[in-house]
């Protein structure tokens, strides 16, 4: 497994298990593809995976722990990406 592969497939544990079971591959894939030739994919890209992933999390089971998380990584891709 490669460095890239490995880190959209961590990033994607933000997302609720049932969400991963049914759209997760097709999600590695594209985001795989779309990496093209980089070894490591971009810092942006990843956050904002984790952002929409505990998004969804927190539209399923909103709890004052990931709705922190959620706020955090979303400032972390707005600051990553100013």
Known sequence: MSRRHLA???ALLAYPLSYRAERG???LSTLVDA???RR???VREV???VA???GRRTAIR???RAVQWRSGALLAAY???S
């Open 52 to 54: 929409d992933g505990l």
């Open 8 to 10: 959209y497939r961590l």
């Open 62 to 64: 909103p709890s004052g």
């Open 47 to 49: 956050a904002a995976l």
């Open 35 to 37: 990496c093209g030739e």
């Open 25 to 27: 591959d097709e999600i």
């Open 79 to 81: 600051a990553l990406g």
């Open 40 to 42: 490591l994919p971009d």
